[in-house]
């Protein structure tokens, strides 16, 4: 079952390339809510250590869409 909401963004990670993402959700989030999704913590090689790994969001849009997969207005 396709969600409710498109949200669509550019993310780009510390020390890499922006990429297009995108995903479905049952829930309108906001762009701190999926910052907490595609950020996080990351452990090195042979590390016992976790560390923060800095995460940019551009181009944020959560858009609700119908059961036809065609968006609706804001």
């Given at each position: 079952?396709?969600?409710?909401?498109?949200?669509?963004?550019?993310?780009?990670?510390?020390?890499?390339?922006?990429?297009?993402?995108?995903?479905?959700?049952?829930?309108?989030?906001?762009?701190?809510?999926?910052?907490?999704?595609?950020?996080?913590?990351?452990?090195?090689?042979n590390s016992n250590l976790e560390e923060e790994v800095?995460?940019?969001?551009?181009?944020?849009?959560?858009?609700?869409?119908?059961?036809?997969?065609?968006?609706?207005?804001?």
């Amino acid at each position: 079952m396709i969600g409710k909401y498109i949200i669509s963004a550019t993310i780009t990670k510390a020390g890499g390339l922006p990429v297009n993402w995108m995903r479905y959700s049952d829930k309108k989030l906001s762009k701190t809510e999926c910052l907490k999704l595609v950020g996080g913590k990351r452990r090195g090689f042979n590390s016992n250590l976790e560390e923060e790994v800095k995460v940019e969001l551009s181009n944020f849009e959560c858009r609700r869409v119908d059961a036809n997969r065609k968006l609706l207005s804001p």
